[in-house]
Structures are given as structure tokens and as C-alpha cells.
């Protein structure tokens, strides 16, 4: 019963790139219905770990994985596993927003409709702007193209698209790092709300972010191999106040990184 | 100043060395006005030599005196004269015969005036003069008709007429036309675009989405990029061995009842032309795909999409402008082309418009090659103007698959 609470846990999970090896033996168990946050110095590994979550590596030429990522006790990289079902299941919004090159609409509705969705597509569409928080700058709009919002209403978009598939975790790659203080500041807002409802992984490279936001903070570092592990896995709060490894602490308090 | 500014030049010396780049610059930007001034007037001696040849002075006389034939001056001939003077000059086999190919009162006052100036005038060229002699030198050449050909009379004239789009071939040069060369032309390259650009796009989505990346599709690879650069009179080669002969019955038209024809056929040249330029088509489609941002993939996978969808909803549209232009590349290949036509064996002369895919056919640059070879001048003559139309037709049809390409970039 223990399980119950975990949304994903990996076990022993690996990338390697060809005979180079990324990330190496991750174990964590990631809590429903909190943010979690992965950090780490660049080039660590976290945005590799992060797209392992939903099988966006995939698509890397010469990547694949060892090890167990278990969403509801299955093994995503098992054998009968379906990637495009991981990834109906398991959404992700990445660092640059990047909307379809369409309407507001359209770039809700069609993740939906690909995706078979048989409800009324207006209330969807509507539901899931309210629940970006982007509903009210762009209800009198939503014909016109997604590419003429800001940084940050693109940045929700794509948050609400994700929203639209009714995913089970959303998967954040530094969502926030091409947006000014003020945007990020919403989309953080946002991530509370979010959480009542969905799963929160978020790579970031903002300490305060990580701090702010997140329930649980993974630490990532690169051992003398050039492969990137977790090296602490706690609550945020311990993380940054008694952080068990050095490394960490040194880390959390800006003396490397 | 610190001890690192003294690697730089400073004062007077910084300015010397300042001119001297300025030097160079100005040497290359020299340069390269001089290539782009080299480019602008080949392509102005272009057109002028193509323009200079299809106007000027013509001598003609006419074999048999208009006067024999009607009192009024011919060129103001009602189209019931006409028929009444050709009813009456024309033996009634000849005459029963044109009426034949087409009811000799259906036709307009302009078909049947070019019948009386052929058949019973008899119009005879004895000169011609090319547009540049024709401006400069107007009295000496009124001079030299005078003197050499008396009864002939002297007229400044554009060879390219509507009548020259709109009548087919023939021997004489005065009433031959470009009308079975221009569709045979618009033919092939319907022909070709219809092949190769479905098959030039499809092969550019599974190599670029697809297709692993190993040494097989490397291999494809490079030999797609090279068979863009073989020589078309191999594609000539290819196409009479595969199309003219080996398929003879499907390009015939023989497997689907058709009778009077053999391989030589608009359809077998059609395809030759599209496996032509198909290497070009996958090459623009696959640098159109590659174009498409990576984060678009992303986003459309990211939110469950297969493969399949995130081409056919993402990729395709975003690449749709890429691939356009080489269509509009494909276009003007096959409309210039000539060495494989020949191969593949365009008829030099046809006077029936292609109206199948299995019709014998002409084409613009096998007509204007025609032309070209012949001693007349009045042939050189007609040659220049159909080479004015292959160029209009190259300029219309690329305007057409620029607009189309301008349609489909709306961008959001």
C-alpha cells in the first residue's frame, strides 16, 4: 500500500548514449501530487533524467536505457510498453515555449483530437486556459495565432495544451529559464495550483525556484566518469538547510555551479 | 596605459592600418559589383539577342498577283470575301479537304486570310533582317530591296503574332506556330511534377523522419546527391530503355485500348523528365524537412502524437513552402530540357495537338532546336520568338508556383 503515494520510481535507472554512459543508477520515488525539482551543476544530466520520464529520448540516435522506471508498477521501457501511450500519460512542457503554429485554440484542440477525445472540445479548451491561468488575457482571441502571446502566455499555452491530455505528471524542463521575473513568478504560481491535481517533476537551474517552489529536491552531480547520478534525494527543506552531502551543500549555497 | 594596450597600434599608426583595411574591403566589394555587373549583362545580351532575332524587316513577294484574285486591298478582305475567293481559287479537292479538318465557315476571317496569303498568294520571304539592322539601318535596306527584288514588298514585322501561339506546325515558316510544342511542353511537365513530386516527398519524409541512420541510408544518401549532377542525356537513355521499350504497352497506351501509337509517347517522356528531376525534388524536400524546428517535433510528441501524425500535422505543412520551390526548380528543369527528349523521341513535327497521355508529342526546345538548324533565315527568325515563349512560359509558370508557395506560408 505503500506504493499508492509514488506517481513514478525508478529503480537503478540508466541513459547511455552509444557505450557513453549519461546518467547512471537513479533511485528515486517521486510523490504524487507534489513538485518535485531536480538540480545540478550543467551538463549533469537532469534534463536527460527528465526526458528518460516520458521517453523522450527516444528519439536521440544511439540513446537507450537500463534499469526500471515504473509508473503504476509497469516498467515504461518494458517490452509491450507503448511510448506514445507514456507520453499520453506523462506530459511534458519544455524549456523554450514552443506552441504549434496555430491558433490559440487549434493548439489545445489538437493534442485532444489526435489523442481521440470525444468530449465538447470548447469546454476542454476553455478548462484547460482556466487552468493555465491564461483563460482571461485570451478568451477574446482564441482564433488568432498562438506565436503573437508573450514568452510567458506561450509558456502557459503550452502548460494548458499539456493540461488538455489529462496527463498523470507533467514533466517541466526548466520551464521558466527563457521568461523575465515576472513570468516565471506566474508559472511558479501555477505550479501550486497545478499540483492539486497532477504530478510535478521540474528541472531547473534556479536555486531560489527550487527552494520556493518544490516539495522534494533531487541533486544531480557528475562523478569522475562524466556520469551524471543523484547523489541526494530529500525534501527541499532539508536539501536546503542540512543538506546530507557536502557536495549539495556546497552547491545550495552558491560556493560551486 | 596598461602594459596590454601596447599590442594594438594606436594614434597614427591605428589610422594607417585602418586605411588599409578599409582597402581591402573596398578591393572585394569591387569585386564582387564587377561579378554581379558581369551577370546583368550576360543576361541583357540574352534577351537582347532573343528580342533582336524575333523583330525586323521582312522582304516577301507573292508568287501570284493579289490582283488576280479580288480588286480590294487584301487586308481589309471581309471573312465572306474570303471564302468566296478561296471557294473559287482553291481546286474543290483542296478546298473539300479543309473542310473537312475543320468546317471552312466556322473558321475565323484570320485563319482563312492566312489559308488565302498560303495556298493562292503563295507568300514568298526572300529577306530578313534582324531588329537592331532593321532600326539603324531602315534606308539601306530599303535601298538593297529595291535593287535586288523588285516586286518584293518590305514590312516590319514581330514574328511572335497570336497566330504564332495558336497554329501548329508547319513548313513554311510565315504560318508555322508554336501551338503543339507548348502543350506537348505544359504536358511534360504536368507529367513530370505529377510523378516526381509525391514521390520525390515521400521519399524525403522517410529519410529524414524514418529511416535509420546507418550506412545503407548513407549510401542512399550520397547517391541521390549524385544522381542529381548525371548528365540528362543518360536520363534520355534510361527513360528509352525502360519507358519506350520495356513498358511499351502501359506507355503505349496499348494495355488500355489505345491502337495508333507506340513508346515515343508524352507519357513515356513525361516520366523520363520526372525521374529527372526527382533527385532535385528529394534533395529540396529533405532540406525543407530539416528546416522544420526540432521543438515542433517535441511539442507534437510531447502531447502523444505518433510519428505519423506529427509529419502529416506539423512537419509537411511547416516544410510545404520548402518544398514548393523545388517544384519550382523541377518546373523550369523540364520545361528547358532537350537531350533526353531527343532520346526518348519527341516528334520534330506534329501538327496534331496532344490531347492524351499516349499522344506523339513536340516540345518548345526540341522546336526552337528544329528551327535553329534550318538555312532559312526566317526560320532562325521564328526560332527567337519560341524561344520568347518558352521564356514567358518558364516566367508564368513559376510566378504560379511562387504565388502557390506564398499561399501555403501563411505564417502564424
Known amino acids: 500500500m505503500e506504493n499508492i503515494n509514488y506517481a513514478i520510481e525508478t ?39 527528465l526526458r528518460a520520464f516520458n521517453r523522450m529520448n527516444d528519439f536521440v540516435p544511439g540513446c537507450h536505457v537500463t534499469g526500471k522506471l515504473l509508473l503504476d508498477n509497469q516498467n515504461l521501457y518494458g517490452k509491450d510498453v507503448d511510448p506514445v501511450e507514456v507520453r499520453r500519460k506523462i506530459g511534458m512542457v519544455f ?86 521575473p515576472i513570468s516565471t513568478l506566474r508559472i511558479e504560481e501555477l505550479m501550486q495550483e497545478l499540483k492539486k491535481n497532477y504530478t510535478i517533476i521540474i528541472v531547473t537551474h534556479n536555486m531560489q525556484q527550487a527552494a520556493r517552489a518544490s516539495d522534494y529536491t533531487a541533486m544531480m552531480m557528475i562523478d569522475d566518469q562524466r556520469a551524471g547520478g543523484v547523489i541526494e534525494f530529500d525534501d527541499t527543506k532539508t536539501i536546503f538547510t542540512r543538506p546530507g552531502d557536502k557536495r549539495t551543500e556546497d552547491y545550495v549555497t552558491g560556493r560551486f555551479g | 596605459m596598461n602594459e596590454q594596450n601596447r599590442n594594438y597600434p594606436e594614434g597614427s599608426a591605428f589610422y594607417s592600418e585602418l586605411r588599409k583595411r578599409y582597402l581591402t ?59 468566296v475567293i478561296l471557294k473559287e481559287g482553291l481546286s474543290s479537292g483542296a478546298y473539300n479537304k479543309l473542310d473537312n479538318e475543320q468546317k471552312m465557315e466556322k473558321r475565323s476571317q484570320s485563319e482563312l486570310y492566312i489559308l488565302f496569303l498560303e495556298r493562292l498568294l503563295q507568300i514568298d520571304t526572300k529577306a530578313t533582317w534582324s531588329m537592331t539592322d532593321s532600326l539603324t539601318r531602315g534606308d539601306e535596306i530599303r535601298a538593297e530591296v529595291a535593287e535586288k527584288y523588285p516586286d518584293a514588298e518590305l514590312e516590319f514585322r514581330s514574328w511572335l503574332t497570336p497566330q504564332f501561339l495558336t497554329t501548329p ?21 504536368g507529367i513530370a511534377i505529377l510523378f516526381a513530386l509525391p514521390v520525390g516527398v515521400g521519399a524525403a519524409v522517410y529519410l529524414q523522419e524514418y529511416a535509420p541512420k546507418n550506412w545503407l541510408t548513407n549510401i542512399i544518401q550520397t547517391n541521390i546527391n549524385n544522381l542529381a549532377g548525371v548528365p540528362s542525356i543518360v536520363y534520355g537513355m534510361l527513360g528509352l530503355a525502360v519507358f519506350v521499350r520495356l513498358l511499351e504497352t502501359l506507355t503505349s497506351g496499348a494495355a488500355f485500348g489505345v491502337t495508333d501509337s507506340n513508346g515515343r509517347t508524352v507519357l513515356s517522356a513525361g516520366l523520363t523528365m520526372g525521374i529527372l528531376v526527382l533527385p532535385l525534388m528529394i534533395i529540396n524536400a529533405q532540406e525543407a524537412i530539416k528546416a522544420v524546428p526540432d521543438s515542433l517535433r517535441q511539442a507534437a510528441f510531447g502531447v502523444g502524437a505518433t510519428r505519423w501524425q506529427t509529419v502529416w500535422y506539423h512537419v509537411l505543412p511547416n516544410a510545404l513552402p520548402g518544398i514548393m520551390t523545388g517544384s519550382i526548380l523541377a518546373i523550369s528543369r523540364t520545361l528547358g530540357e532537350t537531350a533526353p527528349l531527343i532520346v526518348v523521341g519527341a516528334s520534330t513535327f506534329i501538327s496534331l495537338d496532344p490531347d492524351s497521355p499516349f499522344s506523339k508529342f513536340t516540345a518548345l526546345p526540341i522546336q526552337i532546336y528544329q528551327w535553329t538548324t534550318r538555312p532559312q533565315a526566317e526560320f532562325h527568325a521564328i526560332a527567337a520568338s519560341a524561344i520568347i515563349v518558352l521564356l514567358v512560359l518558364l516566367l508564368s509558370l513559376n510566378a504560379t508556383a511562387i504565388l502557390l508557395r506564398n499561399r501555403f506560408q501563411r505564417r502564424w
Open chain 1, 11 to 49: 529503480n537503478d535507472l540508466s541513459i547511455h548514449y552509444g557505450s557513453f554512459t549519461a546518467v547512471k543508477g537513479v533511485n528515486m520515488k517521486v510523490e504524487r501530487q507534489k513538485i518535485t525539482a531536480i538540480i545540478g551543476p550543467s551538463g549533469c544530466g537532469k534534463s536527460t533524467l
Open chain 2, 169 to 189: 506546325m508547319s513548313s513554311k515558316a510565315e504560318f508555322a506556330g508554336v501551338r503543339t510544342a507548348v502543350l506537348g511542353s505544359l504536358w511534360l511537365v
Open chain 2, 25 to 83: 574591403a573596398t578591393i572585394w566589394q569591387t569585386l564582387f559589383l564587377s561579378a554581379l555587373v558581369i551577370a546583368v549583362v550576360s543576361l541583357t545580351a540574352l534577351i537582347y539577342n532573343v528580342l533582336d532575332g524575333a523583330f525586323g524587316y521582312v522582304a516577301f513577294e507573292y508568287k501570284n498577283d493579289p490582283a488576280e484574285f479580288t480588286p480590294t486591298p487584301i487586308h481589309e478582305l471581309t471573312k465572306e470575301e474570303l471564302l
Open chain 1, 95 to 180: 524549456q523554450k515555449p514552443n506552441p504549434f503554429p496555430k491558433s490559440i485554440y487549434e493548439n489545445i484542440a489538437w493534442g485532444a483530437r489526435i489523442n481521440g477525445f470525444k468530449g465538447k472540445m470548447d469546454e476542454l479548451v476553455e478548462q484547460s486556459l482556466r487552468s493555465a491561468a491564461l483563460w482571461d488575457e485570451v478568451k477574446d482571441k482564441l482564433q488568432q495565432s498562438a506565436y503573437a502571446l508573450s514568452g510567458g502566455q506561450q509558456q502557459r499555452l503550452c502548460i494548458a495544451r499539456t493540461i488538455a491530455i489529462q496527463p498523470e505528471i507533467i514533466l517541466m524542463d526548466e520551464p521558466a529559464s527563457a521568461l523575465d
